[in-house]
């Protein structure tokens, strides 16, 4: 019993002092209002009220469900069919892994220069590329319609090899004699990927979708290191303007505030899924 | 007739002809994924390659169009001039300190824990588990505010201590730990006990060493984890003398300069390492992935 103590106790302090501890004080936070540099002063729900009459705050809310709308479809999507077409005995997946995780270990400063520099619209790849198919050059940074989709593109490159590996993982954990034995009862492709894939990957697709949609409600470092939150306010998403609020403006209480909204937000979304998804999640066939 | 045939080969269920078709079909399926693998590594590493180019060119090189891959003059001095006018040996020092404590400290406090919940008993372990494990749930938000006021505190703003130490235990990994350490049988810790071997002694004779995989697994993602952490280190750093390399080259990156050959060759440094450290531990950063997703 007492040694169940003594070795939980490092990390029990840690989380009580930097999860739970921060929680409270997080809590406690937005409840004031804190430049940091004077001393706190209670004021209660003001934060949450200003915010509601905060134009920033609604923009940043849209532009999130935009970015949510582009991302998490495709982050799931795109690494299903590519783990579909490579689920068979490969030789030398080794070197392809390597690369197609590069992306994904890659830090993101490292990604967001690059990708500037690609996205350039007098000497970037990109439109040098695309010029070759005859398709005019485009300021995908500068463009206001364009430049969500780019940032959107550039972050699903750079998950796509990490969301192929648990999709591969869970088509590999299907047993195969399911499909012999629906390939002999006659099924076609699509029947078989329909009544034993989906539903057998279910797990894994459930995991993927809950796991894209806390993510993707709250990227910041692309927009920090790309646009800035621009042109305009385009792409100024909910966590970016969380940490203009925090740490440009010192709003800190305000901030916490945001925060404790967001928190909220991704809860919901995290039950509903929960609720809603989990009850068509599969663990076996029948 | 196709029984009489899949008799006549010995049971087999389907006929020669079913046979040939699905050889083909396996064939074309091979083709299919080769294919897209191909695709996918093509996509994968052209960003990283012209990035590798454009940091090997000269400033005239650069702004050509239509782009050339192939610098004709390879130049270094993109790479010595950003060791010149920037403190990069200290960037890189300072991001191998931080990373290399970081994950001895992950994996001393992460399996500590982990032992905890999987062998040892106590009242509330798993109530205890689960709240750990809720944890992961709160958005970085919540607590990054209220950690910066603490270490601000605490005094530790503009050291090193902010970098390290909220980053010593993480849910994730004790609970990467914990499942590998449930699948350890545990006939091996009961004969040591019985030889009268002490919890700690187990912990350090037997669960450790058998548990190299499952460590190597954390350590590299914590290692990543650290070496590419871009948020913290710039809120809680102002001195670029202290700086780990990300923030460094977002500090080159946000002098609003256009040296692209130069931030390219940042980049690179920062990769390097990554690259080298992915390809020698790749299977323990597949397996860990994997293994989060098993179990949802």
């Known amino acids: 019993m007492r040694a169940g103590f003594w070795f939980l106790l490092p990390s029990a302090i840690h989380f009580l002092t ?48 935009y970015w949510v709308v582009l991302v998490f479809p495709t982050s799931i999507a795109l690494p299903l069919a590519l783990a579909l077409a490579v689920n068979t005995k490969i030789k030398g997946m080794t070197i392809f892994r390597t ?164 928190f909220a937000v991704i809860a919901a979304l995290t039950y509903a899924q929960f609720r809603f998804l989990n009850k068509r999640v599969n663990y076996e066939l029948g | 007739m196709s029984s009489v045939s899949s008799e006549a ?34 996509v994968s590493l052209v960003p990283f390659l012209w ?34 006018d920037f403190p990069m040996n200290q960037w890189l020092l300072n991001s191998i300190k931080v990373s290399f404590v970081g994950v001895f400290g992950s994996l001393l406090f992460c399996s500590m824990s982990a032992y905890a919940f999987a062998r040892l008993r106590f009242p509330g372990r798993d109530i205890l588990f689960y709240l750990f494990l809720s944890t992961m749930m709160i958005p970085g938000a919540v607590t990054m505010i209220p950690s910066f006021v603490l270490m601000r505190y605490l005094g530790w703003i503009d050291t090193h201590y902010a970098l390290i130490v ?60 650290v070496w590419n952490d871009f948020i913290w280190p710039l809120i809680v750093i102002n001195t670029p003398e202290l700086m780990t390399l990300p923030v460094g080259l977002g500090f080159v990156n946000d002098v609003r300069n256009t040296d692209w050959a130069r931030l390219m060759a940042g980049d690179m440094i920062m990769l390097a390492p990554t690259v080298v450290l992915f390809i020698c531990a790749q299977r323990y950063f597949v397996r860990g992935i994997t293994f989060t997703g098993m179990k949802g």
């Open chain 2, 9 to 42: 080969k010995g049971g087999r269920l389907e006929s020669t002809a079913t046979r040939r078709r699905l050889a083909g079909k396996r064939c074309t399926r091979r083709a299919l994924a080769y294919g897209a693998l191909t695709l996918l590594a093509v």
């Open chain 2, 51 to 84: 990035g590798l180019s454009t940091s090997l060119k000269s400033i005239d090189e650069i702004f050509l169009f239509p782009p050339k891959w192939l610098p004709s003059d390879l130049r270094f001095d993109n790479y010595t001039t950003l060791w010149r």
């Open chain 2, 166 to 225: 909220p980053g010593l235990a993480s849910a994730f990994g004790t609970f990467l730990l914990r499942q590998f350490f449930l699948t350890i049988p545990s006939e091996l810790e009961d004969a040591a006990r019985i030889d009268g071997a002490r919890y700690w002694q187990i912990y350090l004779r037997i669960i450790l060493p058998l548990s190299g995989p499952a460590l190597a697994t954390l350590g590299v993602f914590t290692f990543m984890g």
């Open chain 1, 18 to 65: 930097f999860e739970f501890g921060m929680v409270f004080l997080s809590a406690y936070m937005s409840l004031t209002q804190w430049d940091l540099f004077t001393a706190p002063d209670f004021i209660g729900i003001k934060n949450y009220v200003e915010l509601l009459d905060d134009r920033l705050f609604w923009i940043s809310l849209r532009n999130t469900v």
């Open chain 1, 99 to 262: 690369a197609y995780f590069l992306p994904v270990v890659a830090s993101m400063v490292a990604v967001a220069v690059i990708f500037r520099w690609l996205y350039n619209p007098d000497f970037g790849l990109l439109n040098w590329f695309l010029g070759l198919v005859g398709i005019e050059p485009v300021d995908w940074l500068q463009n206001r319609a364009t430049v969500m989709p780019a940032l959107a593109a550039m972050t699903v490159w750079k998950g796509l090899g990490w969301n192929m590996t648990l999709f591969l993982a869970g088509l590999q954990a299907i047993p195969y004699h399911l499909y012999e034995a629906a390939r002999i009862d006659g099924a076609r492709k699509w029947s078989q990927f329909w009544h034993i894939t989906w539903p057998l990957l279910s797990p894994t697709t459930f995991f993927v979708s809950v796991m894209t949609v806390i993510g993707s409600f709250q990227v910041f470092d692309a927009i920090y290191l790309m646009t800035g939150g621009g042109p305009g306010r385009t792409t100024t998403v909910y966590g970016y303007y969380l940490w203009v609020q925090g740490f440009r403006e010192f709003h800190m209480g305000y901030a916490a505030a945001m925060a404790w909204f967001l």
